[in-house]
């Protein structure tokens, strides 16, 4: 990813955790960044008075300050623009929204400097790179969403409300049949429509169109993932309204107008403006809605006549003649006749023959009512001229001539675009605003028949055509989880900051102070005196380590030593046919699954473990298992079979490399332990074990855990009393302690303890998972990585003889607890 600061900052995920940074993890405090936020907030406000107010406490803060200090850092022209307008408006008391507008393109520039580059030094830059990786890696199926009921259908399906599972924002699924759209020969128009929707939803966006934030595909359907606006169409508000009154249209033009006014800019004409594509929202407000005739003329202007009969130009009437966004304007005018009027100005009586339409649209000379005003008679003229050159719009200034038209005075369009007129019409809460689901009805019988008796089927070649049609719109889905879950989500992130800050602060403690008693006792120099009494103090050391972390685990919910979870799915069902979702937690010694709520929650019940020492081997390659290709299967010593898979074969495959390397850690561990912990454990058969690498020691101590149930170290004291102070110098090929049998690990460890067990053992954390935490049920969002901690301690060798001392004398032999991050670049990883 580019370090570069458009690439960085100008995502609105990354401007909030640069912002958070700059706030409240910089070195040095950073006042631009306040100046940046009040201007925006200013070109916000609705009045000139408040305008005002807030301008002159901007002026006196961030400009004059610094100007009398002589630490301003901005130019001439930018203060001169500014003082000049505040000066104005105190006697005109108006001031215009652009006041500051000049200063934030100076700003960013000075933010660019030593702020930035000690950004992309700090984890929130790190962060800000998971949120990135995590985008580019989303791949959606029907399964990220809870369909609702139909809302609507079209030529080549349907549209139904919907929430995204991971998030709960609501959407509307647009589906589109392959089947029906290969029928009908709508290739072309399935895929124009996708490419008009990403034209018009990228970048900046328009509150007045109904822009797409997903696009996505099955083997059966394509489907668009779209603004939801429940407050029905103005064609059925229309009809239960009758008709509306002059101010009422005005206030639905002004929206219209900015709508057409982005696709415009955007060289794309709609071609299919009517009441029934307008849609309103919960408040009222409209967008313009159904891009699927929609065109781009940026490079050649189209000829083909669409449209709704009544509605179409003249010009798109005529077969062979070019046009551009001349044709808008045109069906704009007949729309707010029908608004006005209840019908179109070219469909009287009812009248339903499209060629008499057409004919009426191409000669029929208008004739307004005299209740109607004279600046709405002449902005309909000016809409429905038949001449492009004379036509309101296509004069040079597009649609500036709407916005400058008599019948708009006094509109102040700033406060249009910001939706701050109030609507004349606001849909009832808690009602469809549509038709009801048995009124919109299913596909026509004979169509249905037609695909089946047509036999039509899908190739290779038809799905070829839908190769690319995936897509997510960047800025949607930042300003979508921004909404949603991205503070929560960086709170829980940060937790764990900072818990593996004290853990790896823990870490170089024990370190530091078993490092010379770890180098005595390998090197066999030194008395056993010392070497007992360093290795002493290494045990208390790691008791209050080992106790800090359990108690942030009661805190944090998550398991100290666990090294990495998140979701998977694990083959199972009565004859292990189903995939189900499992919350997979991976520790050092153990694989813990738990079953998953609809709502995507952990459920703390019907935890499934299996332990490191059950399982026999891990495939290295993935295998092919039940319709999925990536799967990992893990052979347990009871000849069972576990297979693990993900949608996101990144995310499996990171998984697959982290259980590979568990294992083998795992398997380290017992093979190098001491002798007398064999006696309980066992040790692995030498057939299949990984190699020891020749820089470990064979007698090194290393930290584990005991597992339940195992008989603890017993034997009577002369026994005891025969051991070597020091263990024997190892060769260079390690040999290891030959058992007449191989023990077990079972499937969860405790803690059990007696007066004539004397090894401590520290239990591993009992913690119960926290399902508050913020999942993906289907769209791979992570990992969470937390700290591999190997609490439990094995005997080590005595230091002196203790015939006749009890056993608590004893000083075990530790290590520091083995941590190790993982490679996880995903939400909740911030390392």
Wanted: hydrophobic share 30%.
């Amino acid at each position: 990813m580019s370090k570069t600061w458009p690439s960085a900052i100008e995502n609105y995920s990354g401007y909030l955790l640069f912002r958070d940074y700059a706030l409240n993890g910089g070195e040095e405090s950073v006042p631009q960044l306040g100046f940046y936020e009040d201007i925006k907030k200013f070109e916000k406000l609705e009045t000139d008075e408040e305008r005002i107010k807030l301008g002159k406490e901007i002026y006196d803060q961030y400009i004059m300050r610094e100007l009398l200090s002589h630490t301003h850092k901005f130019s001439k022209p930018t203060v001169d623009h500014a003082h000049e307008l505040l000066t104005q408006a105190q006697k005109t008391k108006k001031l215009p929204p652009d006041t500051f507008t000049p200063y934030i393109d100076e700003i960013l520039q000075t933010l660019k400097g030593d702020v930035f580059e000690n950004f992309l030094r700090s984890s929130k830059f790190t962060r800000f790179c998971q949120w990135k990786n995590l985008e580019l890696n989303i791949n959606l199926t029907t399964n990220d969403f809870s369909v609702h009921r139909i809302i609507g259908r079209g030529g080549f399906g349907e549209v139904y409300g919907c929430r995204k599972a991971d998030t709960g924002k609501m959407y509307a699924m647009k589906c589109l049949d392959k089947k029906r759209i290969k029928m009908k020969g709508g290739e072309t128009l399935a895929l124009n429509e996708r490419i008009m929707l990403s034209l018009v939803s990228t970048g900046d966006g328009c509150p007045f169109i109904v822009c797409m934030t997903y696009a996505f595909q099955t083997p059966e359907k394509l489907c668009f993932i779209l603004d939801l606006m429940n407050g029905g169409d103005l064609h059925y508000h229309l009809t239960q309204h009758n008709i509306f009154s002059e101010s009422e249209v005005r206030f639905y033009a002004a929206e219209v107008i900015l709508g057409l006014e982005h696709m415009h800019n955007r060289y794309v004409v709609y071609r299919d403006l009517k009441p029934a594509n307008i849609l309103l929202d919960e408040y009222g407000h409209v967008r313009i809605s159904d891009l699927g005739l929609a065109c781009d003329f940026s490079r050649r202007k189209p000829h083909a006549s669409v449209g709704t009969h009544g509605y179409m130009a003249p010009e798109v009437l005529q077969k062979g003649c070019p046009y551009d966004s001349s044709a808008d304007w045109f069906s704009l005018g007949c729309m707010l006749y029908k608004l006005l009027r209840g019908h179109s100005p070219f469909r009287h009586h009812k009248t339903k023959d499209k060629h008499e339409i057409d004919r009426m649209t191409m000669t029929m000379n208008l004739d307004f009512p005299d209740s109607m005003s004279q600046e709405m008679r002449n902005l309909l003229e000016g809409l429905l001229a038949r001449e492009v050159n004379h036509r309101l719009g296509c004069m040079g200034r597009g649609s500036l001539e709407l916005r400058e038209h008599p019948f708009f005075k006094g509109v102040d369009w700033q406060q249009v675009y910001m939706q701050k007129y109030p609507p004349p019409l606001i849909p009832p809460r808690g009602e469809v605003n549509a038709a009801d689901a048995f009124d919109i009805g299913s596909f026509d019988e004979e169509d249905t028949k037609g695909i089946k008796a047509s036999r039509i089927f899908l190739t290779e070649a038809d799905q070829a055509l839908y190769q690319n049609f995936s897509l997510v719109v960047s800025e949607r889905w930042q300003l979508e989880i921004a909404e949603t879950v991205f503070e929560v989500v960086n709170q829980e992130a940060d937790k764990l900051d900072a818990k593996r800050a004290r853990a790896r602060q823990r870490s170089n403690q024990i370190a530091e102070e078993i490092g010379p008693a770890s180098g005595s006792n390998q090197s066999g120099a030194g008395s056993g005196s010392t070497a007992s009494a360093g290795l002493g103090n290494s045990t208390s050391s790691v008791g209050s380590a080992t106790g800090n972390v359990a108690e942030s685990t009661s805190q944090d919910g998550i398991a100290s030593d666990c090294i990495v979870e998140g979701e998977v799915l694990k083959l199972g069902g009565p004859f292990m046919q189903t995939w189900q979702r499992k919350h997979l937690r991976l520790f050092p010694n153990r694989l813990e699954l738990y079953n998953k709520s609809r709502d995507g929650l952990i459920l703390k019940k019907g935890v499934e473990l299996i332990s490191m020492m059950d399982i026999k081997e891990i495939a290295p390659e993935f295998c092919r298992v039940c319709k999925m290709d990536h799967c990992i299967s893990i052979k347990l010593k009871s000849d069972g079979r576990v297979y693990l898979t993900s949608n996101d074969k990144v995310l499996i495959t990171q998984w697959r490399e982290e259980i590979i390397e568990g294992y083998r850690l795992s398997c380290e561990i017992m093979a190098h332990m001491n002798k007398k912990a064999h006696k309980m454990y066992g040790v692995l058969d030498a057939v299949g074990d990984p190699p020891i690498p020749h820089s470990t020691p064979a007698h090194a101590n290393i930290n584990t855990q005991r597992p339940y149930g195992t008989q603890p170290i017993g034997g009577n004291q002369s026994t005891r009393t025969n051991q070597k102070t020091h263990s024997p110098p190892q060769s260079s090929t390690p040999q290891r302690p030959r058992l007449s049998h191989q023990a077990s690990m079972p499937n969860y460890p405790c803690t059990t303890s007696s007066p004539s067990q004397q090894i401590t053992d520290v239990p591993p954390s009992t913690s119960k998972p926290n399902s508050d935490l913020f999942t993906r049920p289907s769209v791979n969002c992570g990992s969470t990585v937390a700290v591999n901690n190997v609490s439990s301690k094995v005997m080590g060798p005595d230091g002196s003889n203790k015939s006749e001392q009890p056993d608590s004398t004893d000083d075990p032999g530790v290590i520091p607890p083995i941590t190790r991050g993982c490679s996880s670049s995903k939400i909740l990883d911030p390392n």
